[in-house]
């Protein structure tokens, strides 16, 4: 009986929900694919974990430390939030199971070294929250193998030096936010930092630094706020360098230049050199060659190119066999659809001279001869079917109103008079005239409506 109420399905269902009741622990909260245990007093995490959760948040406890393994129950993880506590550090092989990570935040904490091993394996996260620590150092290769990095937050730590070097277009090709604001930094590489991708140089925040005054530093500034970056537009009141190094006598350089008049502003650097191509047609199903020819020459180019359907794409990013892209920036697609079609950028960019150049390629791919006649002659079919509706509802449609039927022109009554009646009217003596105007009536001549015509009638 009990079998006959509760079909499989639905008796799997409910273990499954008994089930994550019993791995949920009890000082936290499950609901859905979330777990929440924050400011819940914990000084480690819970051992038991529902494995189904796609978010999890520590935030605001006592945790101090890390170890191998520690999110393995969790394999569906993409949000890991543990801001407020009291990590100094992470142990080796912290997320080894949690490769699904797309948020990390591990703000508000007490990390004073970010090693290059914390975050290996993690090729799919997007956001990194670390500021608000003690960080002081950040290793070479801490950022590598995070191919799939959008915003990495450093600010409001005691960052002196930080390895620009490891961040490329090939790298990192998609990251677009890089805070390191509120920190120590004095000195910069200003040649790595002007070899940065654009986009990252976009997204380069600075501001309330330590930074000395010297025309390296001015002149990559005074092009970043030439090109109207919203990094240098949104603060420019906090962007300050101090004098020979003396913290007192700090100015602020974008609205003050008198001390950098003397200093030599190179040409713009890494400013795009557009070239323009014809539009290229091709068939739908046919192979295509794109190339990637710029006024940049060198054995040291790399090259990215920003696709309409499939983003931006890099040697190190093809996981498609049907697209290649060649060592001189050529790309090349087996058979290209009609969702291929738009504007195609290639940047080429050469790190040692800090310069790239961008090359435009407007595709349109165009239906094979049968099917594009197939789509003229159904439209053509369409406005023919539309046209004979339009003339069924002029001059088909009936005509419900009195007033629409016109009627013919009035037929011009003509008198006849009887001859009797003209006698006896006439011809009465003096007798029966005295009788007639006894009996007057008046006679109104109303017309008369019949399928011939218009006649005239007395009606008395």
Not at 126 to 154: D, P
Not at 183 to 191: C, F, I, Y
Not at 219 to 236: A, E, I, P
Not at 322 to 349: H, M, P, R, W
């Amino acid at each position: 009986m009990t079998r006959g109420q509760y079909p499989g399905p639905l008796l799997l269902l409910l273990c499954l929900l008994h089930g994550s009741q019993e791995t949920c622990p009890s000082m936290c909260l499950c609901v859905s694919d979330t777990v929440s245990c924050s400011s819940s007093g914990l000084a480690k995490i819970p051992l038991s974990l529902p494995p189904f959760s796609v978010t999890f948040d520590l935030s605001h406890n006592h945790l101090s430390w890390l170890g191998p393994g520690s999110f393995n129950s969790m394999p569906r993880l993409e949000n890991l939030r543990m801001a407020h506590n009291q990590l100094s550090s992470l142990g080796s092989g912290v997320f080894n199971n949690a490769s699904g990570l797309r948020l990390l935040d591990l703000s508000s904490n007490k990390l004073q070294v970010v090693e290059q091993h914390y975050f290996q394996g993690l090729w799919r996260l997007e956001e990194l929250l670390l500021y608000n620590n003690k960080i002081a150092q950040v290793e070479a290769g801490t950022l590598s193998g995070l191919s799939s990095l959008k915003k990495a937050y450093f600010s409001l730590n005691q960052i002196t030096d930080f390895p620009f070097f490891s961040i490329q277009d090939h790298s990192h090709p998609f990251l677009t936010m890089l805070d390191l604001s509120s920190n120590r930094m004095t000195r910069l590489p200003w040649e790595d930092v002007k070899a940065l991708p654009r986009l990252v140089q976009q997204g380069l925040y600075l501001h309330n630094n330590s930074l000395i005054c010297d025309c390296s530093m001015y002149s990559v500034f005074w092009h970043w706020n030439l090109r109207g970056y919203d990094s240098l537009k949104d603060f420019t009141d906090e962007h300050t360098c101090s004098i020979y190094g003396d913290p007192q006598a700090a100015i602020r350089f974008l609205r003050h230049s008198r001390f950098f008049h003397n200093c030599t502003l190179e040409k713009v650097v890494s400013q795009p050199v557009t070239v323009f191509l014809s539009n290229v047609l091709v068939s739908e199903g046919e192979r295509v060659r794109l190339d990637c020819q710029t006024s940049l020459n060198g054995a040291d180019l790399s090259f990215t190119w920003l696709s309409p359907s499939k983003g931006y794409i890099t040697q190190s990013s093809i996981n498609d066999t049907l697209i290649s892209l060649f060592a001189n920036g050529t790309l090349e697609i087996q058979a290209v659809k009609v969702n291929d079609s738009g504007l195609y950028v290639c940047t080429a960019l050469d790190i040692k001279q800090a310069l790239n150049a961008t090359r435009e390629v407007n595709v349109t791919v165009l239906l094979p001869p049968a099917e594009s006649f197939n789509t003229g002659y159904t439209t053509l079919l369409g406005c023919a079917v539309t046209m004979v509706f339009i003339l069924m509802y002029l001059y088909l449609t009936p005509c419900r109103c009195s007033c629409c039927k016109q009627p013919k022109p009035p037929v011009i009554p003509i008198a006849t008079y009887d001859a009797s009646t003209l006698t006896s009217v006439f011809s009465t003596s003096p007798r029966d005239q005295h009788k007639i105007q006894a009996n007057k009536h008046v006679a109104f001549m109303e017309p008369m409506i019949s399928e011939e015509g218009i006649a005239w009638a007395p009606e008395c």
